[in-house]
């Protein structure tokens, strides 16, 4: 591995909001972030006020807008929305609660078997995989030797880590992407290097 980084990109998960825990979002809009998530979004702006960061892209949900503006207001940035870190596209599961979820067979084998199971009107997480993956390569074409972050959901920040490690769709689960946590990937010519997972502020 050379030792100048071509790029390294910081994918942060958007902080809190009520839905957590509770239904899935998908692509649903007017959710922004609750009281705890602002908190969150405030330390994560503290958390990396000292680094040199020379973009900020998101999803363009407004929770994930919300958690990107902080860092960029520091920096006179803009936060631009990048189509490719928007949400999975959840189909007829969009809105869905959970405890009603894990009554439906299909989000079951969607859970356990992700690299086969079809999301009802949605997306493949293959589909979804190849779209992280080549934001991440075009955004380090962009931003030699920079350091940018990517503001966006859990399963695309679990999907990349997949990418990077060359791992199974099916093992999407064993990363913990916590609300406003900070995973960090360094490119470089002749490969990428996952930094760290899943640092939380």
Do not use: K
């Not at 910081?10 to 998530?37: F, V």
């Amino acid at each position: 591995m050379s030792n100048a980084a071509h790029a390294t990109i910081l994918l942060i998960r958007h902080a809190a909001t009520d839905a957590i825990g509770r239904w899935l979002p998908g692509r649903s809009l007017g959710l922004g972030l609750n009281q705890c998530g602002r908190a969150q979004a405030e330390r994560l702006r503290r958390r990396l006020s000292p680094l040199n960061l020379a973009a900020i892209y998101s999803s363009p949900l407004e929770r994930a807008i919300e958690t990107a503006e902080p860092i960029a207001r520091d920096r006179g940035l803009r936060v631009e929305p990048l189509m490719e870190l928007i949400e999975v596209d959840f189909g007829a599961w969009t809105g869905a609660r959970f405890e009603d979820l894990a009554q439906d067979p299909q989000w079951t084998r969607f859970n356990r078997q992700r690299s086969m199971a079809a999301v009802p009107g949605g997306e493949r997480a293959a589909d979804v995989q190849a779209r992280i993956a080549r934001a991440i390569d075009e955004t380090a074409a962009r931003h030699p030797n920079q350091t940018v972050v990517f503001v966006t959901h859990a399963d695309i920040i679990r999907l990349a880590i997949l990418h990077v490690a060359g791992a199974p769709l099916d093992f999407i689960h064993r990363f913990e992407i916590a609300p406003a946590s900070i995973t960090a990937l360094d490119l470089y010519e002749d490969g990428t290097v996952l930094q760290f997972v899943n640092e939380r502020v």
